[in-house]
């Protein structure tokens, strides 16, 4: 039984820098993303630099059946016994605005696939005993979020989630945790359509490997939910105590200025 670590949205971003981290420590991958060439690039960079094996499988997560196929296609021979729910994206706007493309995808990217995948995983890793769960949430998890109302409803679905079955899967051995980075330096503001990225948000932008870094300490440790930085974690604390109506309103003002 061949053990790999399956990452999604490993083109660019955090999903890069978690696939590049865990080729250091040798452990053989499936990088999962739409973009082919950006993923052949990384399989040969990785099997190269530190010979391992690297599987390369182009799926387009807004498609459910994209999703199922890639589950039920799998060698028989692999145990994913470390899944990255990394794969997500964003919109800013008006939520009428959205095209429904944009909604639909939005729910299949940041909700559907990653319990898809979560759902798919599990069975072996209990038969195993062992299995670690790393998803991608988000600080926009912890209030409501005007203007990217969408995206921040579906970061509460993943920690929210996460937090349930690190308990639920704690007896088994299995280990899972959810991270909530705020702004980070990768290609997410571009996709969101900001119009504007200068401001408070590049103030305190993270640059990817720490929070990658950050997050992998604590799965490796167990904890349910890792906040990277100083600056969110300050954040997170204040949202303890912050109505989340009082909540929206501030986030409104900051997503206002991105227009």
């Known amino acids: 039984m061949r053990k790999m670590t399956l990452i999604t949205g490993a083109s660019s971003g955090l999903g890069k820098d978690y696939a590049i981290e865990y080729a250091k420590r040798k452990q053989d991958l499936i990088i999962v993303a739409r973009r082919l060439d950006r993923l052949i690039e990384l399989q040969e960079d990785l099997q190269k630099r530190y010979g391992i094996n690297v599987l390369v499988v182009q799926v387009d997560l807004s498609d459910p059946k994209q999703t199922h196929d890639f589950c039920v296609q799998l060698p028989q021979d692999i145990f994913i016994n470390r899944l990255i729910n990394n794969a997500g994206f964003g919109f800013h706007g008006a939520f009428e605005d ?52 969408e995206y921040y409803a579906t970061k509460a679905y993943v920690l929210s989630l996460s937090m349930a079955l690190h308990e639920e899967l704690k007896p088994y ?21 900001y119009a504007h990225q200068d401001g408070i948000e590049s103030t305190f932008s993270m640059a990817s490997l720490p929070v990658v870094l950050t997050s992998m300490k604590a799965l490796e440790k167990n904890k349910s939910v890792s906040i990277p930085g100083f600056s969110n974690k300050i954040l997170h604390l204040l949202m303890k105590f912050l109505p989340k109506k009082v909540g929206a309103k501030v986030v409104m003002r900051i997503q206002k200025q991105r227009f």
Do not use: D, R, W
């Open 98 to 149: 959205y095209s429904e493309e944009t909604v639909s995808s939005m729910i299949e990217v940041n909700i559907t696939a990653l319990s898809q995948l979560t759902h798919y995983v599990i069975p072996m890793m209990k038969e195993n005993h062992e299995g670690e769960i790393l998803n991608v949430a988000s600080m926009a998890a912890y209030t409501p979020g005007p203007f990217m109302a």
């Open 173 to 193: 051995g299995i280990k899972v945790s959810a991270v909530c980075p705020g702004p980070t330096k990768t290609e997410f503001g571009t996709a969101a359509h």
